[in-house]
Every structure is written in C-alpha cells, then in structure tokens.
C-alpha cells in the first residue's frame, strides 16, 4: 500500500470513528434535603441499579462529598435517577436495587431528572421526605 | 446637501447595529427573580445564590442552553424550574417575572 493511500485509509477510519464515538460529559452530582443538610443518595444512571451499586455511585455516604460521574450521551437525553439511602457508621444499610425499594426503605422521596449532554454540569437533587413520613 | 440627507439613514444604520450587537452580546436575559415564602433559599444551577427575596437574574445561555433553579424551605416542598432560552424570550415577550411559590408540606 503507497503511503498515500495509507495516509487516506487512517484519515478516513478517523473520521469513520470521530463521527460514531458516543459524547460523554462530566456531572457532579449532590443531594440535600430541604433543610439543606447532605442527604446520603445512589445516583443510578439510565434505571441501571446493578452498575450503580457496583460503581458505588453514592453521594454523602462517609461525609459531604459529591460525585461525578462521566456520562455517554448516546441518546439526547440520559435519565438519571436519585435514590436515597441510610448510613449508619459511614456505611450503605442498604442498597436499594429500585425506586420503590429506596422510597421505602429510607423514608426519603426518589427524585428523577433527564438530562442533556447541553446542561449544567453540577447537579443538585433536592431530596424531601415521603409524604406521610415523620 | 447630498451629506445632510445621508446623515438620518447613517444615524439609523448604526442605531440597528448596536441595538443589533447588544442583542448578540451573549451578556444574558435579566429577569426579576423571587420565590415564596422570602426566606426560602434558592439555587442555582446547583448553587446557592441566597434568599427568595426579590432579586434581579442574568439568565446566561452561554455555556449552557438549559438553566434551573431550585427553591428549598423546611417546612415546604423544594420546587424545581427548568428554563432554556424560548422560555425566557416568551416570559420577557410577556413581560414577566421569575416567580416560584412553594408549597406547605
């Protein structure tokens, strides 16, 4: 193969993979409660539960830490979903493996946000306590 | 004679252009900003800015084409409000305000 030819090729499979590769962006995400305190939460991404818990993807479990997560985007839109958890010593009592298993163990609502590749890059869920809860 | 005439439509030009830079600036879309009740704290895109008092906002598309804000009190429920740029043109073509009102929990 001349090195033209070769040249050509390595362009075009570059283009080929530029234009197919999925965009990601990083999101840092956090939850509060409506007092504002840290709220401890699993923030699973496209109703993916067992990635999630695998990836640990918990926010304010042993202190206020955010996490941040980079996202494909190979869809307009990524559903992301909150989900609360209990710590006792620093650790998950629990980890839910669907919304209603959070909203009933933690006591907390479950909160769920599409989001664009085009949006802010912090993510602030604003966690607040079932209705009916103490 | 020619230049005096010429001096209203040069005047006019440069009118548009301008309106037409500020326009394109990028320096955002102000909106009065208020939540109730007052002392409810507001955020941001994620952060806090302060109380739900009245407040002038520059809603700045520039880096994001989706901006939202959040409103939180502790004997509320926390409200969220998405706003992208049509949004925010329809709301000053109406002329109004930002203006989220929780409610009690």
Known sequence: ?134 | MARSKSLPLLRSTLLVSLLAATACSGSGYTRVLSVNPPDASVFINGDKVGQGSSRPYTFDFTNNERIYVQATHPDYQPEIEWFDRARIEQMIAANLDVKITLRPR
């Open chain 1, 1 to 134: 193969m001349s090195p033209t030819r070769r040249l050509l090729s390595l362009s075009l499979l570059g283009a080929t993979a530029a234009c197919g590769s999925i965009p990601t962006k990083s999101f840092e995400f956090d939850a509060i409660d409506a007092g504002e305190s840290p709220r401890p939460c699993l923030i699973v991404v496209n109703d993916d539960w067992v990635t999630a818990a695998e990836k640990n993807h918990f926010v304010n479990v042993d202190d206020d830490n955010a996490l941040v997560i980079e996202m494909p985007f190979p869809t307009a839109e990524v559903e992301v979903t909150l989900a609360p958890v209990l710590v006792e010593s620093g650790k998950v009592t629990r980890v839910p493996k669907s919304r209603k298993e959070a909203r009933d163990y933690s006591g907390f609502s479950d909160d769920t946000r599409r989001l664009r590749l085009t949006d802010p890059r912090r993510q602030l869920f604003i966690v607040q306590r079932k209705s009916g809860g103490s």
